[in-house]
């Protein structure tokens, strides 16, 4: 029972600093957008003056996976893209979270063909699934809302001490 | 070289050291290989550009299509024809009551059906809004691109309140599938009426607006002047159409040289302008904004009444009203949506003038239910065409311009 | 129409060992042809000053599912001048599944071909760079045979590992 484990344990500390670092993480979600098809178009109509995505704290949508922390995959994933897609996701640092925009990337849509991968789940680990075809802007900003909910409650030592991703720098694509 | 082997494959790489201008025996030694990928904010959607770079100066580009292929066509031989209008949305989703007004064009000249008067206006009517929307993107996708990033967001704007019309129009946003065999879903209602005549009256000073901040810029006009210039006879050499094509002179407008709907009824220029660089590309998107907006006000004031869907049993889908309370109305609905409209055999191949450029569908009937065979002939894939012709000899940073002047969107290109 | 005996008559009194069949439908009018001499036909009616196609809309082409002539290759070329839309269709048979180029006359076919060369695996005869469009490179079969299953075939294209 030494300080080590006391602080393992959840005391007032530990969750007050939880809290402010959950607090600090939810609202300043970047978001990578992966614009790939329709979809893309409406998570532009996202940014705009209309369905403000700025007021929520994703001031920027950096097109850099290693300034982002919210992968948001707008857009039909085909075989060939799958790969694409892969390797920008292992590029961003933890902590990092997937939203699949829309019916295709949560389960192929209405694309039922030889060259559509029938939903991202099959290779990217997924948090929110939005169903639409496109999803409205304000059903986008639903599942922003829900993944802040999903950061406000993290704690801090789940993200300590992760290993670096090992990423196959010479992929062939 | 075994780095650059897995970053292109063989033959990519043939074809990028395929230009023997200099004679070089290894790549790496004056000239590099850039991978503008596919993920990239200013490629228009997922285009991979291979550059092959002497200093900051292109030598060669191959583009690579084909992140986005869906299987249209496959797909259009295994449904019927009313199953694939809402696949046809998804094909230019910038403009996407455009597309549907060309497949069902397509499908009504295979079968031999005409719509009636107040349904061929009502298509033109969206027809030209979403000429205007999907140019009010690219426009502000333009100046974004080159880095007026205020004007993209005062055109999205403008472009919202297109949207709300559809909304209002046929309950869906963006991806509408508004039209059928036959005329369209349902009549236009006063209140679509109404706020489209207040959209045009307020478009001309907002246009006005976002000009100001463009037109007299020096930096717009310095980035846009005199980039990926094509010569008239270039641009019909290697099949351009659209804004493409007339930014180099050549007054090539489907609406004019082979009229469809109405268009024969109303009064409209064909906007050319003769440099042929991304500067004269963009005038013209802005002029045919314009001329989009006079044509809607004549198109509403031209309007017929009547009714909006043709009086066709065997081809065209009856009312819901009179499926449940008659029995032939009953049995015509259930033979068409099983077992489709089943047109004569035979071919056609019907264009209609796209915002991007000319869009046609070639149809092959075997009498069934389903298309034997069905090409669309998108614009973007054959803009993307001149692409290499356009890129040749400039800057590393003029791509991105004469990308976002050409506007390709890969939903169609890569089909 | 007198396009189409102007097209007619020119084409009869200029190429004159070359056979063809017009097929008129809804207002259209298609030139069957035999598929060795589709380079010398479409130079022809580019470069002639009346007739003048100087505009390739579309190549593609159809795969009949039989076996006798499988495929036809179909071209529409235009006319700015005289506006008028013209279709040739060639029949390709399966065992000898290749017919020549014309990118050497409009441009715009060289990627069509590429696509239509993708989707049925027809080859293209003296293509400048005749390789796959939209399938990656290692894909070994052609889609838009009537042969190739919708769903695709499984193992055909890699994905990635979770």
Known sequence: MGLEAKLNQDSFITTTIDAIAAWARKNSVWPMPMGISCCAIEMMAVGDPKYDIARFGSEVMRFTPRQCDLMIVAGTVTYKMAHVVKKIYDQMPEPKWVIAMGACTSSGGMYRSYNVVQGIDQFLPVDVYLAGCPPRPDNLLNALIMIQDKIGKTKVREFQDQPLTEYPVHNKN | METIKEHAHSKILEALLADKNITVEDALENEMILNMGPQHPATHGVLRLLLRLDGETIVSCVPELGYLHRGYEKMAENMTYYEFIPHTDRLDYLAPLSNNVAWVLAVEKLTGIEAPPRAQYIRMLICELSRIASHLVAIGALAMDVGALTVFLWTLREREKILDIWDILCGARFTTSYTRIGGVANDIQPEAIAKAEWFINQFDDNLTECEYLLNNNRIFIGRLEGVGVVSGEDAVQLGLTGPTLRGSGIAYDLRRDMPYLFYNDLDFNVITHNEGDCLARYFVRVDECRESAKMVKQIMSKMPKGNILTNSPKKVLPDKVEIYSKMEELIHDFMIVNFGINPPEGEIYSAIENPKGELGFYLVSKGEGHPWKCKIRAPSMVNCQGLPHMIKGRMVSDVVAIVGSIDPVMGEADK | ?162
């Open chain 3, 1 to 162: 129409m007198e396009i189409k005996e102007l097209l007619t008559s020119k084409l009869k009194e200029n190429l004159p060992g070359i056979q063809f069949t017009t097929v008129e439908y809804r207002g259209e009018i298609s030139l069957i042809l035999n598929k060795k001499d589709i380079v010398k036909f479409c130079r022809f009616l580019k470069e002639d000053s009346d007739l003048a196609f100087n505009f390739c809309e579309d190549v593609t082409a159809i795969d009949w599912a039989r076996r006798n002539q499988r495929y036809t290759v179909v071209y529409h070329i235009f006319s700015m001048k005289n506006k008028f839309r013209l279709r040739l269709k060639c029949d390709v048979e399966e065992d000898d599944c290749n017919i020549d180029s014309i990118s050497s006359v409009w441009k715009t076919a060289d990627w069509e071909e590429r696509e239509t060369y993708d989707m049925y695996g027809i080859h293209f005869n003296n293509h400048p760079d005749l390789r796959r469009m939209f399938m990656p490179e290692e894909f070994e079969f052609y889609p838009l045979r009537k042969d190739f299953p919708l769903m695709g075939i499984p193992g055909s294209l890699p994905l990635p590992k979770k």
